[in-house]
T-cell receptor
Framework: GAVVSQHPSRVICKSGTSVKIECRSL??????MFWYRQFPKQSLMLMATSNEGSKATYEQGVEKDKFLINHASLTLSTLTVTSAHPEDSSFYIC????????????FGPGTRLTVT | SQQGEEDPQALSIQEGENATMNCSYKTSINNLQWYRQNSGRGLVHLIL?????REKHSGRLRVTLDTSKKSSSLLITASRAADTASYFCATPPGDSGYSTLTFGKGTMLLVSP
């Protein structure tokens, strides 16, 4: 099956710094990538949807200036958490899809962000 | 608001017992999917059941779908300690109005040896 990777798997950073998380589709071209956030014992909440070559669409309540998403190629999307605060500590999961809504979504293994 | 709601929120059983988790959803769907997530790990796709199917099996998993009640159930038979994880149902884009899968809150399953 299709594989989606994320890097890093875990990151600890200091409050006020920025952190970049990469999401790659390894064996397919992802026209659409999704970023989710998951707090402990909670469900996945969609943060934003990004289509290759265009600006990401953010869900209500997600600050676009804080969570910068770049989908510059068909195999790579990045999420940058700017000026991170402890409340941004969470599990971030990306997902990729080769085509439109009828295509299957494949999930990355997640990135655990801890802001101290 | 979330499309899927699982119950129970948490389930604790002994190895060898069966585990049943339920999912209810709000709008019409084309299919419903179940995922597993081990603690602190990514999602693993378990099974997809289409709206015209009533039951589907995969190994020790059995999924049912009742579109009239807008509900689905996941049964894990002869559970093992390795089945300990959170289980989520998810509904796809389309009739739900969302552009991506929408997840329920999940059921945390603990299987004790």
């Amino acid at each position: 099956g299709a594989v989606v990777s994320q890097h890093p798997s875990r990151v600890i950073c200091k409050s006020g710094t920025s952190v970049k998380i990469e999401c790659r589709s390894l064996d397919f071209q992802a026209t659409t990538m999704f970023w989710y956030r998951q707090f402990p014992k909670q469900s996945l909440m969609l943060m934003a949807t990004s289509n290759e070559g265009s600006k990401a669409t953010y869900e209500q309540g997600v600050e676009k200036d804080k969570f910068l998403i770049n989908h510059a190629s068909l195999t790579l999307s990045t999420l940058t958490v700017t000026s991170a605060h402890p409340e941004d500590s969470s599990f971030y999961i990306c997902s990729a899809r080769e085509g439109g809504p009828t295509y299957e979504q494949y999930f990355g293994p997640g990135t655990r962000l801890t802001v101290t | 608001s979330q499309q899927g709601e699982e119950d129970p929120q948490a389930l604790s059983i002994q190895e060898g017992e069966n585990a049943t988790m339920n999912c209810s959803y709000k709008t019409s769907i084309n299919n419903l999917q179940w995922y597993r997530q081990n603690s602190g790990r990514g999602l693993v796709h378990l099974i997809l059941i289409r709206s015209n199917e009533r039951e589907k099996h995969s190994g020790r998993l059995r999924v049912t779908l009742d579109t009239s009640k807008k509900s689905s159930s996941l049964l894990i038979t002869a559970s093992r300690a390795a089945d300990t994880a959170s289980y989520f149902c998810a509904t796809p884009p389309g009739d739900s109005g969302y552009s991506t899968l929408t997840f329920g809150k999940g059921t945390m399953l603990l299987v004790s040896p």
